[in-house]
């Protein structure tokens, strides 16, 4: 899969590289359930006019842009996570777009011309709630026409569990209150998130992120071997630990995946245990 990444002044040379293309049109953090009904609609699409695959996303988040970095946002993933499990979903092309005022300020129709009509899109899919162009005047039902009906779309409506919609903010809240076991009926995976192990500690990388304090079951994977054990954390000072130290010697100084599975114990509990 290539990964491209656009800003004004490679946007002309990307389009004159451009090949027919069903896309795939939003922010995507997480990859959860919703967008991959999105993804799965384009590919469908995709594979019965022939065409490639292409997703555009965008970063950073437009909330933080737009609110002169006053609102920030906490990501589910990095953009080489998410492109991991695009790569694994059959994706071509992922367009990651450079978000800025300037390009959030573009009317409708410039945008559906600059980045899609100009990159060879004849069908494009996105979520109900998906919108662009200048104060998000654009939406999905409307880009048929912003493009001259020249380039069909999809949309895909919203997809439920326990009866509400599945969301990027929704599965942020269940992570900061420690409710982890839940994750995979939102995702369709474990949550995963990747850390550097260092005398015992483990710290997150950017853009994961740490669930509630409190013991949790977890899978750790070095790239070579996978192991069950129980990680505490600490979510006050940013920390990571081992509740038994016997892994320190297999994957110290080591960049490691964590598969959070659930959460078995309190913060208090722990430090009664502790004590």
Known sequence: MEIIHLNEENLESWQNRSRRNVIALGFFDGVHKGHQKVIGTAAEAAEKAGAALDVMSFFPHPKTVLSNGKKQVEYLMPLEEKARILEGMGVDRLYIVKFTKAFASLAPEDYVAEYLSKFDTIHAVAGYDFSYGFRGEGTIDRLYADSGFRITTSKVEKVEHTGEKISSTRIRTAILDGKVSELYQMLGRRYRTCAECSDGHLSLKDYYMLPQDGIYDVIIDNGVSRYRT?????????????????????????EIAITWERRVASHSFYQLVAQ
């Open 230 to 254: 129980q990680i505490y954390v600490d979510s006050a000072q940013q920390r990571i630990t081992f509740t038994k130290h016997c892994l320190m010697d297999h994957i110290n100084q080591q």
